[in-house]
């Protein structure tokens, strides 16, 4: 694995308001792709100049031309169809409800076979070629976050099981991710909450259902996903630098699943064979550091301990010593540091101005600077 940073950032930006509204007049009708395309261009261009400012040394383009993290299987797709959200439960700070409308996205499923239909990742990866100023990352949602695409009645007849459908998710995964190896990507990262549905029984029953299956099945499922992914990324090139993103949940400053890695800690660390874990840690909701004694030996560990949802700055040395706590189950020299997540996982983005946004990316690596040097 190539020499990677202690100072990370997990992959969305906010979005600026100039962005937003373009959207919005593209679906009206009243912009081209062209013009919004030129829109979404400025917008990476600020982002990359964002991150260079705070002093971070990987690159991402703030995933401005997404409107949520789960673009690559909600937006890229064909072979699916508009459905209703399901019965999702979203909370601030300790427990303070979300109105649903604030929180609400577009989900589709799938009704026929599906295709890749649009290539987002490859219009990210040619501009952050040409434009960032040190090394990039692509962002990807995992193929272990495709049981959104199932859905019993309008599936079934092409996909009779969710283990059908992943089949198909993969292999056009692995396609999309050999032409960014061919257009010179050296680092991606998979995000999943897949594992959220194992941490958080009532997370498991909210979105999917009383005929949800047990934790033991999901969890194997999920594990045995992103090992096929990873293996097929480092059989392509045994040099990519491969990160797996975790979190619990992040729209509008609001999160929605909660409990420590212990449920996941042996099977994801232990078998999954990616070069870093980016693990949400800003809170008591994502447990103790002890269950970080599965992580390989080598294998980095991202702590997300700067919360993207408040812009509060948290305490340099609080930070400091959680870092030296965390040590005493991964080597300090395999550690680092980053926000828990995105600043815009959904594209109404969390309640943050940029300055804050900034601040917080400051910081990550002014601690990282402290501890590592």
Request: aromatic share 6%; charged share 25%; glycine share 8%.
């Amino acid at each position: 694995m190539p020499a990677t940073p202690h100072a990370e950032h997990v992959g969305s930006l906010l979005r600026p308001p100039e962005l937003l509204q373009a959207r919005q007049a593209r679906k009206r009708g009243e912009l081209s792709a062209e013009e919004l395309a030129a829109v979404e261009d400025a917008a990476v261009l600020a982002a990359i100049e964002l991150q260079r400012q705070a002093g971070m040394e990987v690159f991402t383009d703030g995933e401005m031309r997404r409107q949520t993290w789960l673009a690559g299987i909600l937006e890229s797709l064909g072979g699916v169809s508009p459905v209703p959200l399901p019965s999702t439960a979203w909370w601030r700070g300790d427990g303070e409800p979300v109105p649903p409308e604030e929180t609400s996205w577009d989900l589709v499923a799938a009704t026929g076979r599906l295709t890749q239909r649009t290539n987002l990742s490859a219009v990210e990866a040619g501009f952050l070629a040409r434009h960032a100023p040190g090394p990039y990352k692509i962002t990807m949602v995992s193929s272990s976050m495709g049981n959104l695409l199932w859905h019993p009645e309008l599936s079934a007849a092409t996909y009779p099981t969710p283990a059908d459908l992943f089949r198909d998710l993969v292999a056009l995964r692995i396609e999309e991710i050999r032409g960014l190896l061919a257009q010179g990507v050296r680092w991606i990262q998979l995000d999943s909450l897949a594992y959220d549905f194992v941490i958080d029984p009532d997370f498991r029953a909210r979105l999917l259902g009383p005929a949800a299956p047990d934790a033991e099945v999901l969890l194997d499922a999920a594990v045995g996903l992103d090992v096929q992914q990873v293996r097929a990324i480092k059989e392509l090139d045994p040099e990519v630098t491969v990160g797996l993103h975790l979190c619990r949940g992040n729209n509008r400053s609001a999160w929605s699943a909660s409990g420590g890695y212990d449920p996941v800690a042996e099977r994801l660390f232990g078998e999954v064979p990616v070069d870093r874990f980016l693990l949400e840690y800003d809170t008591e909701r994502a447990g103790g550091f002890e269950p970080l004694r599965f992580v390989p030996e080598g294998t980095a560990v991202v702590l997300g301990l700067v919360s993207s949802k408040v812009p509060a700055l948290e305490s340099q040395d609080e930070l400091r010593r959680r870092i030296d706590e965390a040590a005493k189950y991964v080597p300090m020299e395999n550690l680092a540091i980053s926000p828990q997540c995105g600043f815009a996982s959904t594209s109404r983005g969390n309640l943050l101005t940029v300055d804050e946004e900034r601040r917080k990316l400051e910081l990550v690596v002014e601690t990282a600077r402290m501890v590592w040097g």
